[in-house]
């Protein structure tokens, strides 16, 4: 089991809808979640941290945190063609909290 | 504050040569990461550093990089002699706190990373 999985994708979604994406990570013992957005030929840029159960909100963006589940998803509303990137999760763990990222999903946001 | 800097932005070499990279981390930042990105892929971690020491190399291929990280400060990634598959961006990271006891870990903060081709 890899420890962050995230969907490839491409994720298309039409111009004002929410965008869904998800993460499952394998290490129960996780504390802190980032989410990363990447522009192609760019690094990646920090969204949004969360590191409590429950909904986070920053924006049009919501993180959302299920430990139980071992899940992280990011919903981003109102979609805009700008959001067109690929988004990473990244998760720390281990002792000395080794920062382990998914292999991203690419979301194409459609005018 | 400044950001992590890192150079070169690019760097072409034949393989079987030898390159290194540098980096600077945001001023007071303990945790230095170095990631290896193949297109398409996500990071991959290649070494942590938490301030002058080693805490995470176990992807790192040892036959042929090397990094350093002298006074807990910037930070050199060596690869020596180079093959085709090297043939990546590389990212240096930094961040404020890992979440020992409890706290939580501060976000990771990236250069603009070293585009490395390999001929």
């Known amino acids: 089991q890899k420890e962050v999985e995230q969907n490839s994708g491409p994720l298309s979604v039409p111009e004002g809808a929410i965008a869904s994406l998800n993460c499952t990570y394998s290490d129960r013992g996780s504390q802190s979640f980032f989410w990363y957005r990447q522009y192609s030929g760019k690094s990646p840029e920090l969204i949004m941290s969360i590191y409590s159960n429950g909904d986070k909100e920053d924006g049009r963006f919501t993180a959302q945190l299920n430990k139980a589940s071992q899940y992280v998803s990011l919903l981003i509303r109102d979609s805009q063609p700008s959001d067109s990137a690929t988004y990473l999760c990244?998760?720390?763990?281990?002792?000395?909290?080794?920062?382990?990222f998914g292999t991203g999903t690419k979301l194409q946001v459609i005018p | 504050e400044a950001g992590v800097a890192q150079s070169p932005r690019y760097k072409i070499i034949e393989k079987r040569q030898s390159v290194a990279f540098w980096c600077n981390p945001i001023?007071?930042?303990?945790?230095l990461y170095w990631y290896q990105q193949i297109l398409g892929q996500g990071p991959k971690l290649l070494i942590q550093?938490?301030?002058?020491?080693?805490?995470?190399d176990s992807q790192l291929p040892k036959d042929r990089f090397s990094a350093e990280r002298l006074k807990g400060v910037d930070s050199t990634l060596k690869i020596q002699p180079a093959k085709l598959e090297d043939s990546a961006v590389y990212l240096c990271a930094s961040s404020a706190r890992i979440g020992f006891g409890g706290h939580h870990n501060s976000p990771l903060h990236f250069g603009n990373g070293t585009r490395l081709t390999v001929t």
């Open positions: 001023s007071g930042h303990a945790t």
């Open positions: 550093f938490q301030n002058n020491g080693v805490v995470d």
């Open positions: 990244a998760v720390p763990s281990g002792g000395y909290q080794k920062v382990t």
